[in-house]
């Protein structure tokens, strides 16, 4: 039996079994009255001039009120509970589903780097498909050792166990190399527009910042048509910094926004989603985010699309 099916049954067995004592109690009451009184079932008094029935009358006020805080404890307790079980249940799940992806995207990088070596090893090739081979191995090889860190850095985050080190440095210098760097190391496959208001300055963590804005982009890369237009934007506007990540995707739906920051989550199902990931890209961006005091939104793009607002 599932979990949740032996929970509803014990639920409905608890309030089964409260209704019955409360019977009991009334109705043991009432023969105590019958007995004290004398009398009988059929000529019980229904006269409040009665002391011994006002008695009965109180003690049953005094039942009603004892069950009605005890039922209304015990509802509490069952939705608490309902709610714990509800969240172990998509914890579960979504442990799953990253298992599932962490596999995928482990051995595909690694097939791929050991079949670039292969061929180098075993072929004679000219220069050019040499380099090319070479180009490859290290694309994946980067696309691996992105992945890892993005676990280890997940993980430390989740434990709590990751401190950061805050220095006044100039984003808009460190925010346009990521740019470049990020263009340089991946496949143009869409376009990055950048405008970066010049000579912003933050106190920020400079490793952590660096993987905030590329997993950011790597989300809008994942989400969005091949040869569609991402744009990053840093400005400063009524004493504060915005900086916001716009695609031209296939959007997130309004039910979602609210989970996808959530460790672990990705929306649909890991056997039949075709885009790549693990469900920690926005988690640490979110981390990230409010270790720095700041504010991340979610938003449409027009005409479609995603857009995320970091303000500081």
Request: charged content about 20%; aromatic content about 10%.
């Amino acid at each position: 039996m599932k979990p949740k099916a032996f929970f509803y049954l014990l639920v409905i067995y608890v309030f089964l079994q409260f209704g019955w004592w409360a019977y009991l109690l009334f109705d043991l009451n009432k023969e105590i009255y019958l007995i004290t009184s004398h009398g009988d079932v059929s000529t019980l008094s229904t006269t409040t001039n009665d002391p011994l029935l006002r008695k009965l009358h109180e003690k049953w006020w005094m039942i009603g009120g004892e069950g009605a805080v005890f039922l209304g404890l015990l509802f509490w307790g069952i939705r608490t509970t309902k709610k714990a079980i509800d969240s172990e249940i998509l914890l579960a799940r979504q442990h799953q589903n990253f298992l599932l992806s962490v596999t995928h995207e482990l051995k595909s990088p690694l097939a791929s780097v050991m079949l670039n070596l292969q061929t180098l090893q075993k072929h004679q090739l000219d220069h050019e498909k040499k380099e090319l081979l070479l180009k490859h191995a290290v694309e994946d090889t980067t696309r691996l050792n992105n992945l890892i860190e993005n676990m280890l850095f997940a993980t430390r985050l989740e434990n709590q166990q990751e401190f950061f080190r805050r220095e006044d440095e100039n984003l808009s210098e460190m925010l346009t190399n990521q740019i470049q760097n990020y263009k340089a190391q991946r496949s143009p496959n869409h376009i990055i527009n950048a405008e970066i208001e010049p000579e912003i300055f933050l106190s920020f963590d400079r490793i952590a910042f660096s993987s905030m804005i590329i997993n950011l982009l790597e989300n809008a890369e994942k989400y969005s048509p091949v040869g569609s237009t991402i744009s990053v934007r840093l400005a400063t506007q009524y004493g504060r910094i915005m900086l916001s990540v716009s695609d031209e995707g296939y959007g997130i739906p309004e039910s979602e926004k609210q989970n996808i920051f959530r460790i672990f989550y990705r929306i649909g199902n890991e056997e039949t989603r075709k885009t790549k990931g693990t469900g920690l890209g926005l988690y640490i961006v979110k981390k990230v985010v409010d270790a720095h005091q700041g504010r991340i939104t979610v938003s449409e793009n027009n005409p479609k699309g995603t857009v995320f607002v970091i303000t500081f």
